[in-house]
């Protein structure tokens, strides 16, 4: 997971200055980490499909990646640092360090800005990812990803940005089904209102008591 308090410019119109704002970003992005630290704890219970025995596998590592200390980072995740070049070059770099310190990973990557996200929607989409080379989560318009995942000994390509659910489908990637607290990504002051309406996790709420109109 990559994340930051700069950025998301276009949702500044929801806040009435720019520490209010970064206050925001951070507050949804502690919250989709929240949920994948709690999958992480969680303990899946056995499927029903009997070829899923790989999805069972347990999350050994959660890693945000951040070229600025996180000290509200949820305990127990670990910090990688941003190689710079934009999302997909911090992508990858950050999946080569994982590599090289537990090369039989299977790896998922995620965009931050998921403030709806919920534990079981992180252990329902590697459920389904253990069973492809490469995937990924549509947004909620079709056209972004909020999620990439590879299995072992496959290369994390992310082409993260504007119509990348088909960059990666046109690179191989199976698109996976997904609750749509998984999907629901935040770019603007609509997609907020949209993501308020599915329930948005606590750091999320509490910024947006301050708020209007997202009271």
């Given at each position: 997971?990559?994340?930051?308090g700069?950025?998301?410019s276009?949702?500044?119109?929801?806040?009435?200055?720019?520490?209010?704002h970064?206050?925001?970003?951070?507050a949804?992005?502690?919250?989709?980490?929240?949920?994948?630290a709690?999958a992480?704890?969680?303990r899946?219970?056995?499927s029903?499909?009997p070829?899923?025995?790989?999805?069972r596998?347990?999350?050994?590592?959660?890693?945000?990646?951040?070229?600025q200390?996180l000290?509200d980072v949820?305990?127990?995740v670990?910090?990688?640092p941003?190689?710079?070049?934009?999302l997909n070059?911090?992508?990858?770099?950050?999946?080569?360090?994982?590599?090289m310190a537990?090369?039989?990973?299977?790896l998922?990557?995620?965009v931050a800005?998921?403030p709806?996200?919920?534990?079981?929607?992180?252990?329902?989409v590697?459920?389904?990812?253990?069973?492809?080379?490469?995937s990924?989560?549509a947004?909620?318009?079709?056209s972004?990803?909020?999620m990439?995942a590879v299995t072992?000994?496959?290369?994390?390509?992310?082409?993260?940005?504007?119509?990348?659910?088909?960059?990666?489908?046109?690179?191989?990637?199976?698109a996976?089904?997904?609750?749509?607290?998984?999907?629901?990504?935040?770019?603007?002051?609509?997609?907020?209102q949209?993501?308020?309406?599915?329930?948005?996790?606590t750091?999320?709420?509490?910024?947006?008591a301050?708020?209007?109109?997202?009271?």
């Amino acid at each position: 997971m990559r994340a930051g308090g700069t950025g998301k410019s276009r949702l500044r119109g929801a806040t009435p200055d720019e520490g209010t704002h970064r206050r925001l970003v951070r507050a949804i992005q502690l919250d989709a980490l929240a949920a994948v630290a709690a999958a992480r704890a969680m303990r899946r219970p056995e499927s029903a499909n009997p070829d899923a025995g790989a999805a069972r596998q347990t999350i050994v590592g959660v890693h945000v990646i951040s070229s600025q200390p996180l000290s509200d980072v949820v305990p127990g995740v670990g910090m990688l640092p941003d190689a710079g070049g934009g999302l997909n070059a911090a992508l990858r770099a950050a999946a080569a360090r994982v590599r090289m310190a537990a090369p039989d990973a299977a790896l998922l990557a995620m965009v931050a800005d998921l403030p709806c996200l919920r534990a079981e929607d992180v252990l329902g989409v590697i459920e389904q990812a253990a069973g492809h080379r490469r995937s990924f989560v549509a947004d909620v318009e079709g056209s972004g990803t909020t999620m990439l995942a590879v299995t072992t000994g496959v290369e994390l390509l992310p082409q993260f940005g504007i119509g990348s659910a088909g960059r990666h489908a046109a690179g191989g990637s199976i698109a996976l089904r997904a609750a749509r607290t998984a999907r629901c990504d935040v770019d603007t002051p609509a997609d907020l209102q949209q993501c308020l309406a599915l329930g948005v996790g606590t750091h999320t709420r509490s910024m947006l008591a301050e708020l209007q109109p997202f009271t």
